[in-house]
């Protein structure tokens, strides 16, 4: 069987799990935690980066961060996972969905200015696949009308818009670190902030509310409750985990891009002659292998795709289901169609993706299918 997703070990992990065991220091904050902070703050350019236990915790972050209060708004597409709505809709937020573009689904930023009202507070981009939205269109309608950017930047990695890495380019950016990811952790992920004003708090937040981090640096001489806050940092294990990964990301996002091309490569005729769509090729640096997915033509196509790589031992899935369609928020949707939100939902495909895929068997297999 070959499966969507194999979760890819460097080797080092669990040698650095014991090294901090051995350190006797396994909580939060500690060294791991700050090598991979480093790590991320001078490859990627971000002004301050924490680690979290998940990217819907760094989400929730950027929530509180971001002050949102009940009635506020804020604007998002709907083809997106679960977290990207949810982290701002526990802050009280009502979340206004826009539509996907036609041709991939990233949010159109085209649609952003006419859903503005004077209770927006925010943007939430997603950088679906690691394809960069239109950042530069993004930011000035955000300066424009004094709105915070948020990047969800799950699945976008070691990907850049016009040189910038994607989630330096927000006021803050949230990462994940999820087994399915191309870096991984198990659960973690990671808050990037790239706005001085918000560094302080967020330290804060990410310690229960506490100045603990501070004091750790000996800024001050005791720590106490100060904000609200959760705990939102991972143990030093977590930590060990992904620094093994971070330390192979190079090697990670070459055999990755490998598979990618070599799917775009063998899959392009077929598709065409299927009437299938392809995932674009999106300019070389703002792809990072993340996933690669097709459109089929119906939702029945697709079904039979899936059947027919399931009869030859190969999983592929689908997802999302539109937000704005979801059992949870579709009550508080205000019954805009989101034409190309519920394409993707009907319609998107994707491969098996993963660093010791043997990508050969899958463009086989699936290049024998017609229909
Ligand atoms: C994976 C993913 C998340 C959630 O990440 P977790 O680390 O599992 O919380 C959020 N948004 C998007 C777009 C994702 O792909």
């Not at 929530?63 to 802050?91: H, W, Y």
């Not at 949870?328 to 009907?346: A, I, M, V």
């Amino acid at each position: 069987m070959i499966p969507f997703n194999k979760p890819y070990l460097t080797g080092k992990e669990t040698a650095y799990i014991e090294d901090a065991v051995k350190r006797g220091k396994i909580s939060g904050n500690g060294d791991y935690t700050k090598k991979c902070q480093l790590f991320f703050e001078e490859r990627f350019g971000f002004k301050k980066a924490l680690l979290t236990t998940s990217c819907t915790d760094a989400l929730e972050m950027c929530a509180i961060l971001a002050n949102i209060k009940p009635g506020d708004e804020v604007i998002m597409p709907s083809f997106t996972f679960v977290s990207t709505a949810l982290a701002f809709i526990r802050q009280g937020a009502h979340v206004v969905f826009a539509d996907s573009h036609k041709n991939n689904p990233n949010i159109d930023e085209t649609k952003i200015e006419d859903l503005i009202t004077s209770k927006t507070k925010a943007i939430v981009v997603v950088h679906y696949a690691g394809m960069a939205c239109n950042m530069d269109v993004i930011m000035s309608i955000a300066n424009n009308y004094n709105l915070l950017v948020i990047e969800d930047a799950a699945q976008a990695i070691c990907s850049k818009y016009k040189g910038k890495p994607l989630g330096s380019i927000g006021h803050m950016a949230a990462f994940s670190f999820h087994e399915t990811k191309n870096i991984i952790s198990g659960e973690g992920g990671l808050l990037a902030i790239n706005d001085d004003k918000f560094i302080e708090r967020s330290e804060i937040i990410w310690e229960k509310g506490t100045n603990r981090a501070a004091f750790f640096r000996d800024e001050i001489n005791k720590y106490e409750w100060v904000d609200t806050g959760s705990s939102f940092l991972p143990s030093e294990i977590i930590a060990a985990f992904l620094w093994s990964q971070l330390e192979n990301i190079n090697q990670i996002q070459t055999k990755r891009l490998e598979h990618w091309h070599f799917y775009y490569t063998n899959l392009k005729d077929w598709a065409k002659k299927n009437s299938i769509e392809i995932m674009p090729l999106p300019k070389k640096e703002t792809n990072n292998a993340h996933m690669f997915y097709l459109v089929c033509k119906s939702e029945a196509q697709r079904s039979a795709i899936i059947n027919h790589l399931n009869t030859n031992n190969i999983l592929a899935v689908f997802h999302y289901v539109s937000l704005h369609s979801s059992a949870y928020y579709k009550q508080k949707h205000d019954g805009r169609n989101l034409p190309n939100s519920d394409k993707f939902t009907s319609r998107l495909l994707r491969l098996p993706m993963f660093y010791e895929l043997v990508v050969k068997n899958v463009v086989e297999k699936i290049s024998e299918f017609n229909g």
